[in-house]
């Protein structure tokens, strides 16, 4: 069964815009994982956030989590053609060893 | 550092034909090692997990089988496969206590004819 749903479904944004993905899952969570995924390939890991926390960086990315609400977003700022893929969360919960993803943001950045 | 094989890349099978995909990590122990499955433009299914040697966790009830013979070594068997098996199938790991990140292989596409 799918844990966490990802909204939009599909996103398209100019080159240079900024990106927002969001996450959200049914029950009590460890970790929350982002990952990117290019057409026909494998899963790229991009930035693991943990219950305790409320916000991580890496390069142009940036998660929150807000376990109140259990969500989570994900933001890509200045967004490159590169970018275009598609963006899966993937949580835990607590008392189990795995992580159930959710059905994905297709984003597509025109140039 | 971490690597995760998987292979073949890719496969073309007929219905009714067995199944083995081989999946294994070099540079961890006893990691944590998971099957999913991607249908076409959808979300990754779990399928198996395995914390040990083994120790096999089914997700999902279906035509599909797991083994981990090795610590770092996972195969997706089937005796006999149905269309409905084809799909992207992604074998990913964790380290042994499941506090960090999962990482995946590149993947096996499978098309049932």
């Known amino acids: 069964s799918q844990q966490g749903e990802e909204d939009p479904q599909a996103l398209s944004i100019q080159e240079g815009e900024n990106a927002t993905m969001n996450c959200s899952y049914k029950t009590s969570i460890n970790n929350l994982q982002w990952y990117r995924q290019n057409s026909g390939r494998g899963l790229v890991h991009l930035i693991l956030i943990r219950s305790n926390e409320r916000e991580k960086h890496s390069g142009r990315l940036r998660v929150t989590l807000d376990t109140s609400k259990k969500s989570s977003s994900l933001l890509i700022t200045a967004s490159r053609a590169a970018d275009t893929a598609s963006y899966f969360c993937a949580t835990d919960a607590w008392g189990t060893y795995k992580y159930i993803f959710g059905t994905g943001t297709r984003l597509k950045v025109l140039a | 550092s971490q690597t995760i094989h998987q292979w073949p890349a890719t496969l073309v099978q007929p219905v009714g034909s067995p199944l083995s995909l081989e999946c294994t990590v070099e540079g961890t122990s006893n990691p944590n090692l998971y099957w999913y499955r991607q249908a076409a433009g959808r979300g990754l299914q779990l399928l198996f997990y395995s914390v040990g040697i083994g120790q096999i966790s089914s997700e999902v009830p279906q035509n599909l089988s797991a083994s981990r013979p090795q610590d770092r070594q996972f195969i997706l068997s089937s005796k006999k496969l149905l269309l409905s098996d084809s799909g992207f199938y992604l074998c990913?790991?964790?380290?042994?206590?499941?506090?960090?990140?999962?990482?995946f292989g590149p993947g096996t596409r499978l098309t049932v004819t």
């Open positions: 990913a790991w964790r380290d042994t206590f499941g506090l960090d990140e999962q990482y």
